[in-house]
């Protein structure tokens, strides 16, 4: 038993290296093809031209290129003799990681495929018989079998890490709001005035409530057919609703004061479970790279869609105006008319450009027929 939990231990481990190496990969590949597409025209980095940028930034460029570069090269090494174990999406990145690597491939290699002789065969006829000589080794059974273990093990750490980050900063407000927090602030707040000053928004509310409940009296003495209350009795019955009120707009505001706490150490606990689980977090990037670009382009442009008009749309501003308003009262703080206007002016805006610019930079390149649904389902536009 002991000997099969190391195996499987084993295993996990190279699977997550596996896939830390091929995102690195990945990254440094889309990290040159940036850097083409910003400052080369779209061409090949060419250290010996001059950019016109200053000379401490085209330096900065070349270092950054020619790490990536490296990093490219490192993950080729490592990868390919594990090719059989990747999945669709993964063979795609490793495609581009591969393509990037050619095309700055070292000037040697280069002239000696220039003056080398050409092959008898075309080189995708050779593709052909080298695909069926794979499936004809007998060590190809190993490689699928490894690959669909390291699948498996990928899925296994990518929901475990996605239940972690839901479920124990949840976990970790709950139990500190109510075992630790509320008991502290509870005890602490008579002596320290910033954990009970008063609300104004609360007190607007209370005094409101008041005058209905004044209201409610003299109704409820014009049905029953019944005189006033005297001023006496009047003055007695307001002063009792406006002590109950009171009360509860000072428990509403020390709610708030643990609201504060709790969430603060539920995002302490996240960036905790984020620090200590940065392999696992790779392993889900590529999972949800896997989800996403594994649907067809009519679903990612659906999905798109969704997503867009729900956020940035021209009805989203309902949407972000009952966000700021719940915030507001889970804080404790006041619900400003002008705040809220001025960011859902602001906010949807700079959110629609970052979008905009993320399809043109980065799906515009890894799924550009997913694009073209995009713009035939938004109507051309």
Known sequence: MGRRNWINLFNKSQSIELSSDLERGYEAALLIQSLELEF????????DLELSVPRTVQASILRRFRTALSI??????????????????ELRQLQLIESVAKRYATKRSSSASMTRAPDALPRSLLGFFDNIRRQLDPSSEEGVVAGYRRRRDSTLISLRVLLTLILVPLLVQQIAGTYFISPAVNHFSPELPFLSYPKPQLEEKAAEKLRIYKQELEFDAFLKGDQLLNDD?????LTEKATELK???DIESLRAIKNVFSDFFGVLAFALVCLFSRNELRVLRGFVDEAVYGLSDSAKAFAIILFTDIFVGYHSPEGWSVLLDGMADHFGLPSSE???NTFIATFPVILATIFKYWIFRYLNRVSPSSVAT???MNGGG
């Open 72 to 89: 490219c090269r490192k993950s080729l090494e490592t990868i390919d003799p594990n090719r059989g174990q990747l999945d669709l999406q």
């Open 247 to 249: 009360n509860d707009a």
């Open 374 to 376: 995009l713009k035939g």
């Open 233 to 237: 009795l009047l003055r007695e019955k």
């Open 338 to 340: 002008s705040f809220v």
């Open 40 to 47: 080369y025209g779209d061409r090949q980095v060419r250290p």
